[in-house]
């Protein structure tokens, strides 16, 4: 199943696979949010260089994620290029100070070396949590995911819920496959050839069966699910769960030293940014 | 129906809902040529989960479903839209009693009030909220994600003002019982 | 005295949605080890019994009961779903949706997890019933990975797990292959004896069950108990057909020659069953009866040559396949799972492009032909009719298709009224899709695909999950459909019934080439075959080998001729 779904999971032995889905859950988080709200480009580009190495310890082979980097460079290359147009001075008036390097701090398309850190900036923050996010993906196997995220704190109800949809994403894929096929064989468009509205029209014949038949489908789930007394106690515990050993404590400190790292940088730049202007 | 009962469907159809959004939103979006906006089916579907089964599972169905999609697709989440988008599913949800569908008796007026609720909703969520959450969080250009706000709302409008309402109206169609009905020669 | 474990008392049942007793004054007691069959047509009340069993009744489906029943001294009414659960373990009928892990040991742990069991003591019992239901090899994989019959053991594996006393199966056999299903019943067997089980089967097959052993038969009809007693008593009397349920056919073949069943022993098994007279009688029988060949129909119709097809760069799903399918001709696919069914069908109807070889199709090569515009000339049809009903009413079901080819709407009237009229729905062409039986809806799609006047028709298990009575109507209504309009069917299915009484030729599929092609009853007497295909004997090669009959396949095409006649 987490073939089809993520990038992949592979059994491999590293000790990124041996770490706790747990850890490597709250190492993503944490890393992710200290990274979401710092501006300073030496932190973000240490996170980048940090995760990247972990990646490559982690024994990831770059043809299991060529088609999400793929992606991921269109994304940030079009999302960077519509900062720049919509507002080409917004890193003159985020660091105070003016650099030029095409026209004058006057005209609206200029460009300043202002501006091309806070792209740079930018940039590092499309970019810093994907691989972080891919180790997570790729060295975690999906059973531990749910099992996780009970430990560090969801509520087990919401967890199953994570595990029922890793679970039946690849019937509902299928279901969708037969569908599709089957209205299509009637005369239905919905590939690009038809405009807008023909593949709208399309798009309901296929969801409405799809629909209903997952409709039908949460009701047996649920009583299969009472019938083997999901639901009875507070908590339960999960045949996939993993312990914390050494390697985690370790993990733990690491993640502990790099955000606290962040924080301390909030108060030398006094504010989110890191400012080479001054 | 118990309570336990209820709450292991809850349970479910957070994960199923969940399920199909991530395969409709890998499936059929229809892109528009704006970066992160296209017409999606998913949002289309988002009302018709939430009437049936109330804001918790919509909202958490759409925030898992979001969250996953964009893991694949994108490698890391973009968490303020995924957070929005939860909202949204949650808003919609709070509708429920309002809508009844399960009585089977949708009527054009219940229908239009929905859509003015969602239009609404939508507002508040992408063009109020996210934004906003893209200014604070990730320090991006106001135009910029102004701009995205408003074409999503429009987009996600006009989603759920044809997809989902169809799909509303074809529901409720399902639950009208069996009693009346007669063979005509 | 022993205790029942399971007793009804004077029960009944009304669903809130219903306007009647789905169950009425049950009175049936069980006794610890016993092994049960409630058989029964469909609407007959024999699931909303194995609700109550489990107590699925009243906890998720709300109506109001009177009388008692009491499962190991629990009332079901007051105790919970989850005390209920201790003593009965369910086995739903769609293993996909039973299978609620990631993974096979997750599956089986789910209850241990729920009741909070330690990691080790999980590991412990998982692996203890994954020796006993051979499942050791399969732990790690996902349900996406394995088969039927391997899903249906996890099922049995997780709720085994509990160590609760009664087993219960609702319709087993549903979701397996011939093979997989006989499997499954010997299983049960075998466990029931070894781990001193209670077995309630919820099943309309009767003749399949059997071969589980089982020591009583109770039969509903219309929510009331009309039989119950043991298996060999009612399989004397001929009252099974009567009750909708189809006999099994060692015994329905015996009578045919004159054999008295009362006068037979050990009438539980076509291995077993014993008369001096049978010999005899089943050799004169097949001397007297005559086959009449139908005419051979020699207009080719489909060509395929020398197709070959993998997905991606994988090794070939088809590999070097020819087949001619002629004009009028009703013809059964069958083979194993994942031997190339659907892609077959996916190749033919253009969803799929083969990496060589030809696809004609009256002559004309289908290459060119887009998805809509093979379409208009074969029409495919899938298993679960609620895939493909995207309309709320019948009219605008069957007429969607026709609105796309933007023709007149007199025109659309016309030719879907003429349809409908054809599938007996056109008094109901008004009623909500919701309103109608599995059947019905079943007939629905095949009249939303023959308004689009295909020439040929691909039917995927058009019989899945049918009583006796449905599966006789759905059929009869094709062949006649058939004869009426001159259409070439080609049903893929599992089904042996509906090979042998309704097909005249059998393509076996294996390994994605065409590994025999013949008639129904000689595949189904080809033992290497069997195997390969996932099928099993039918009980009327049992006989004719048991009893020395001269050729096994005329002896099954005889019997089966008969039996069409008698219709």
Request: aromatic share 10%.
């Amino acid at each position: 199943m987490s073939k089809n779904l993520f990038v992949g999971y592979n059994e491999r032995d590293t000790f990124m696979h041996r770490l706790s889905g747990s850890t490597k859950l709250i190492g993503f988080v944490s890393l992710s949010i200290i990274g979401m709200v710092t501006f300073d480009t030496r932190f973000l580009l240490g996170i980048f260089l940090f995760s990247i190495i972990l990646f490559w310890k982690s024994q990831i082979k770059l043809s299991e994620i060529s088609f999400i980097l793929k992606v991921i460079i269109a994304f940030a290359a079009f999302n960077i290029f519509l900062v720049y147009v919509f507002s080409p001075g917004y890193g003159i008036s985020i660091y105070g100070s003016h650099h030029m390097i095409l026209g004058n701090p006057n005209q609206f398309f200029n460009l300043s070396w202002e501006e091309l850190l806070y792209l740079f900036n930018v940039l590092l923050k499309y970019t810093f949590a994907v691989p972080l996010a891919l180790i997570f993906l790729l060295t975690t196997e999906p059973s531990e995911f749910a099992a996780s995220l009970n430990k560090i704190g969801v509520s087990y109800r919401i967890s199953y819920s994570v595990e029922i949809t890793l679970r039946y994403i690849p019937d509902v894929q299928r279901d969708y496959r037969t569908i599709s096929l089957a209205q299509q064989a009637r005369g239905y468009e919905i590939s690009k050839k038809a405009n807008l509205i023909t593949r709208a029209k399309g798009a309901v014949q296929i969801i409405l069966p799809l629909i209903f038949t997952s409709l039908d489908r949460i009701e047996t789930v649920s009583q299969a699910m009472s019938l083997r007394r999901f639901g009875r106690h507070n908590k339960r515990t999960w045949y996939m769960a993993r312990r914390f050993k050494m390697a985690d404590y370790l993990a733990f400190f690491v993640i502990f030293l790099i955000v606290i790292v962040g924080v301390l940088l909030f108060k030398v730049n006094n504010g989110r940014f890191w400012n080479p202007f001054n | 129906m118990s309570n336990k009962n209820r709450s292991v469907q809850t349970v479910v159809a957070t994960g199923i809902g969940a399920a199909i959004i991530f395969v409709l939103m890998k499936f059929i979006a229809i892109p528009t040529g704006i970066s992160n906006t296209q017409v999606n089916v998913a949002e289309g579907f988002l009302p018709l989960l939430a009437a049936i089964y109330g804001p918790v599972a919509a909202g958490l169905a759409m925030f898992i479903g979001h969250a996953l999609n964009d893991f694949v697709t994108y490698g890391s989440p973009w968490w303020t839209w995924v957070i929005v988008d939860g909202l949204v599913g949650v808003a919609f949800g709070l509708f429920k009693r309002q809508l009844d569908i399960q009585s089977g008796k949708i009527s054009v007026s219940k229908l239009v009030l929905f859509n003015v609720y969602q239009v609404v909703v939508n507002f508040v969520g992408w063009v109020l909220l996210a934004p906003t959450g893209d200014i604070l969080i990730y320090h991006e250009p106001a135009g910029k994600v102004y701009v995205q706000g408003l074409a999503t709302w429009l987009l996600n409008s006009i989603s759920v003002a044809v997809i989902g309402t169809v799909l509303l109206v074809l529901y409720a169609k399902t639950r009208t019982k069996r009693g009346s009905l007669k063979k005509e020669k | 005295m022993v205790e029942p474990l399971i007793s009804f008392k004077d029960f009944s049942f009304k669903y809130d949605s219903q306007a009647e007793d789905t169950l009425k004054h049950i009175n049936l007691d069980i006794y610890p080890g016993e092994k049960v069959l409630i058989a029964g047509a469909s609407g007959s009340g024999k699931s909303t019994l194995g609700r109550v069993i489990n107590g699925l009744i009243p906890h998720a489906y709300p109506g109001t009961i009177s009388g008692s029943c009491v499962v190991n001294g629990k009332e079901v009414a007051d105790s919970s779903l989850f005390d209920l659960s201790f003593d009965v373990g369910t086995v739903l009928q769609d293993p996909d949706s039973q299978f609620v892990g990631l993974t096979v040991a997750e599956d089986m742990a789910f209850s241990l997890e729920n009741d909070q069991v330690s990691q080790a003591e999980m590991k412990k019992a998982v692996s203890k019933w994954a020796k006993t239901l051979q499942l050791n090899e399969l732990l790690k994989n996902s349900p996406q990975e394995i088969s039927g019959g391997q899903k249906q053991r996890v099922a049995m594996g997780g709720v085994l797990i509990d160590e609760s006393q009664v087993l219960l199966f609702d319709e087993p056999l549903a979701s397996l292959d011939p093979a997989a299903g006989l499997a499954s019943m010997k299983l049960i067997d075998e466990l029931a004896t070894k781990q001193s089980l209670t077995v309630v089967l919820i099943e309309h097959r009767i003749e399949e069950v059997l071969h589980a052993n089982i020591d009583r038969l109770v039969v509903l009809r219309d929510g009331e108990i009309v039989a119950n007693d043991s298996p060999n008593a009612i399989l004397e009397s001929e009252e099974l057909v009567g009750l909708g349920l189809r006999e099994p056919l060692y015994l329905s073949v015996l009578r045919r020659a004159g054999i008295a069943i009362t006068d037979c022993q050990q009438i539980g098994h076509a291995e077993t069953i014993t008369n001096p007279a049978i010999a005899e009688s089943l050799k004169s029988w097949t001397k007297g009866a005559k086959l009449t060949y139908a005419d051979k129909k020699m207009t080719n119709l489909l060509e395929l040559r020398d197709i070959k097809f993998a997905y991606g760069a994988g090794k070939n799903v088809i590999d070097g396949l020819n087949l001619i399918v002629h004009q009028g001709e009703i013809i059964s696919l069958v083979g194993q799972n994942g031997t190339g069914k659907s892609t077959l069908s996916n190749l033919v109807t253009g969803f799929l492009t083969p990496d060589s070889g030809k696809i004609l199709f009256a002559g004309e090569d289908m290459a060119d032909l887009s998805v809509k515009e093979r379409s208009e000339k074969i029409g495919y049809i899938l298993q679960d009719p609620n895939q493909m009903i995207s309309k709320t009413t019948v009219f605008e079901e069957v007429s969607s298709g026709l609105v796309l080819r933007e023709i007149s709407n007199e025109e659309i009237q016309t030719q879907v009224n003429e349809v409908l009229k054809i599938c007996g729905l056109y008094e109901m062409r008004h009623w909500p899709i919701s309103a109608l039986s599995f059947g019905q809806k079943k007939r629905v799609t095949i009249a939303a695909i023959l308004v689009l006047d295909p020439k040929m028709l691909i039917l995927d298990e058009p019989t899945a999950g049918q009583d006796f009575r449905h599966y006789t109507e759905i059929m009869s209504f094709l062949e006649k459909v058939c004869a009426e309009k001159d259409l070439t069917v080609i049903l893929i299915t599992h089904d042996m019934h509906l090979m042998l009484e309704y097909t005249t030729r059998t393509i076996v599929l294996d390994a994605g080439h065409v590994i025999m092609d013949d008639t129904p009853a000689k595949v189904l007497t080809s033992d290497n075959i069997l195997q390969r295909a996932s099928l099993a004997k039918t009980s009327l090669y049992t006989l004719a080998s048991r009893f020395g009959l001269p050729s096994a396949d005329d002896f099954v095409a005889k019997f089966i001729e008969s039996e069409r006649r008698m219709r």
